[in-house]
């Protein structure tokens, strides 16, 4: 073998050794850390499920608007490997690896084989990167974008040995992945600007290299442009789809206004993100931890500084184009030091580190040969090691990231996969309404047995006691998603039956009840609720207890706490049911002030219940906050109560007895004074 092919053989050995070692990092214990699922990751899983059902979309309005190449790609790691948290994170992490192969092949030609070794390398063990391939959420997509869109750029420029058509298929793979970008995130539109922002800098400072292949990098301009252009029809003809640019667009309206201080302070916080102060949310990182730390800083000012001084050299001029268009959204748009906004700089960040590494190395070379490697290794080991227990221990572990990755969520769940409960199992906690059912989606997820229905209730405003053989058992996770709160009279309720429960850790409470006796007594004292229909169903029979909606729930009572309020302020009726049949179905209830059936005074739609897992003898109640208009005028009004669909509106259908329908009831009367 010659010697000329050893270097190769040894730099191949060596990129698959930190590809090995960047995929391990990223895949272990990947289905439990981050802790348990996230918002934005649930919202993914969601979208996933649509892909899953058929529904191929360019754009998706939820989530203030949302990019479609995660959730395809989420959707196809689930038809293959099935529903769980590791395999919607899956796409993400090999992402990251990939982003890393990008980053080797992209760098070699950008500034020779070492120096791309060792961006690679530093962006496998490093905590940002490390961070942002370990959740599934899409901005994870946009490093390995634009690695390899500057890859095909590079090598359409340089063109060495190759033929004009190999050069132009280059020039073109370089605007797909380029372009390719407005279908990840929000932030990567910006790379799109990296090839005519090439044009300029070469017609100023390289016109030769312009003049060899203007052809082909206005080839890749137009097929950007392409690329680009289904997505920008799309928004241009419904720009109610994206709500997530006027959030964040609040910087620029003040510049157009003529006030530069918004701008000026993003603009220094995300310059300063790298060296001094980083992304300021625990979502995404150790709150303020900044990219580097003193030691590796002044390899990257060093390699900026070195790219800056070679400016003339059109590959310099591309890194640092890369880096500057990369962190162009961070620039202009809130948070300030954002990782997500700045994430398809990343290689171009690590990239400029090994150029510093990398001159380093030669001038300790230049006297002790061994003491370059030496730096090299240290530097690595220290950085991994550094960042590893940043990521595994302080970030993991902190408190704020258990809350915001539903950590006692899924504590629950590994409960339940670990022990069998004697009877049913209730969960009380904030997001599991029809408009909100975080914490029931995550848990979804991190549970691994089947064989459970689960019934869920926000312990602050509504409560369940589940019908069933044996005990019930409820649990109440500490830190799920937000405050946990709990209204005083369901409380109390519950509390009167409840036995508290050991647990091993402090992630949940658990309560066992082994008959919901306060329950059957409050439905005793109530059972004697006045009923009665509005005006234009005063024909029907008169309504009697318990009252049957839609076939599937029971109204077993009601009861107004305050039946005299003034103008502007609340009622509060609670309502018992029973359920009468399985059905998943959303179901929302309304509760109406009214003076003749018809007009409203005041109104509340909401149910704390969950209506997937409810189980025919089911029984819940339901708090009622009922705020009253403030020129709501004096007088008597009636409390009008219903039940409908979210989804449809259609309102469930009310058993009368007779031949005539109904679709709400009047449970008692308020009289309005001052």
Request: aromatic share 10%; proline share 8%; hydrophobic share 50%.
């Amino acid at each position: 073998m010659s010697s000329a092919a050893n270097p190769r053989r040894w730099d191949l050995w060596a990129l698959v050794a930190l590809l090995l070692v960047g995929a391990a990092l990223r895949l272990v214990a990947l289905g439990d850390v981050p802790p348990g699922p996230g918002y934005d990751e649930l919202q993914n899983a969601r979208l996933s499920e649509r892909v899953l059902a058929g529904e191929w979309a360019i754009y998706f309005p939820e989530n203030f608007g949302q990019e479609p190449l995660y959730p395809t790609l989420a959707a196809l790691a689930v038809r293959l490997l099935g529903w769980s948290v590791f395999v919607l994170r899956l796409p993400g992490a090999l992402a990251g690896v990939l982003s890393m192969l990008a980053l080797y092949l992209a760098g070699r030609r950008l500034a020779g084989r070492r120096t791309a070794l060792l961006a690679a390398a530093f962006q496998a063990v490093s905590f940002w990167p490390l961070i942002e391939t370990r959740m599934a959420l899409e901005m994870a997509l946009l490093p390995p974008l634009a690695g390899l869109g500057v890859l095909f750029l590079v090598r359409g420029v340089d063109g060495r040995g190759r033929s004009r058509w190999h050069t132009l298929l280059d020039f073109t793979l370089a605007g797909l992945f380029l372009g390719g970008h407005v279908y990840a995130y929000t932030a990567g539109r910006a790379m799109g600007l990296l090839s005519p922002a090439l044009l300029v800098y070469l017609l100023l400072l390289d016109r030769c290299t312009l003049r060899r292949h203007w052809s082909g990098l206005l080839l890749l301009c137009l097929v950007t442009l392409l690329v680009v252009a289904p997505l920008a029809l799309f928004l241009r003809a419904h720009p109610e789809a994206e709500q997530r640019l006027d959030q964040l667009s609040g910087p620029l309206t003040a510049l157009r206004q003529g006030d530069f201080r918004p701008v000026l302070e993003i603009t220094a916080g995300t310059l300063g993100m790298l060296t001094l102060r980083g992304e300021p949310q625990w979502l995404y990182n150790i709150a303020g931890r900044p990219v580097f730390d003193p030691l590796t800083s002044l390899f990257f000012y060093a390699g900026l500084a070195l790219c800056i001084a070679r400016l003339c050299d059109w590959r310099c001029g591309v890194t640092l184009l890369w880096l500057l268009v990369g962190l162009g959204p961070g620039l202009v748009s809130p948070p300030p030091a954002s990782f997500n906004h700045t994430l398809a700089a990343q290689p171009a960040v690590y990239l400029m580190l090994a150029l510093g590494v990398d001159a380093a190395w030669e001038w300790l070379a230049r006297r002790r040969a061994w003491t370059g490697p030496l730096m090299v290794a240290l530097l690595l080991m220290l950085n991994g090691v550094l960042s590893c227990r940043a990521y595994f221990v302080t970030w993991a572990g902190a408190p704020e990231v258990r809350e915001l990755y539903q950590g006692s969520i899924t504590a629950i769940a590994h409960e339940l996969d670990a022990h069998d409960p004697p009877g049913p199992v209730a969960v009380g906690a904030p997001y599991i309404n029809y408009w909100h059912p975080w914490n029931a989606v995550g848990f979804d997820l991190a549970l691994r047995r089947e064989d459970l229905s689960v019934r869920w209730f926000n312990p602050g405003g509504g409560w369940v006691w589940p019908a069933g053989t044996g005990p019930i058992t409820f649990y109440f996770p500490a830190d799920p998603l937000g405050p946990q709160t709990f209204d005083p009279m369901l409380e109390s309720l519950f509390a009167a039956d409840a036995t508290l429960l050991p647990t091993a850790n402090d992630d949940f409470t658990a309560f066992r009840v082994a008959h919901p006796a306060a329950l059957e007594e409050r439905l005793h004292a109530l059972a004697d609720t006045s009923l009665a229909w509005p005006p234009e169903l005063a024909h029907l029979p008169p309504p009697t207890l318990p009252l049957v909606f839609g076939d599937r729930f029971a109204l077993l009572a009601a009861e107004l706490r305050e039946n005299i309020v003034p103008p502007g302020g609340e009622l509060r009726l609670i309502t018992y049911w029973e359920v009468l049949a399985a059905d998943p179905a959303p179901v929302v209830a309304f509760v109406h002030l009214t003076s003749d059936g018809q007009d409203i005074w005041g109104q509340h739609d909401w149910l704390d219940v969950r209506t997937v897992g409810l189980q025919p003898g089911d029984r819940f109640a339901q708090v009622h906050r009922v705020p009253v208009k403030p020129e709501t005028p004096l007088g008597l009004y009636h409390i009008q109560l219903g039940l409908y669909g979210p989804d449809t509106l259609l309102r469930l259908p009310i058993a009368t007895g007779g031949e005539g329908t109904a679709d709400r009831v009047w449970v008692g009367e308020a009289l309005v004074v001052e």
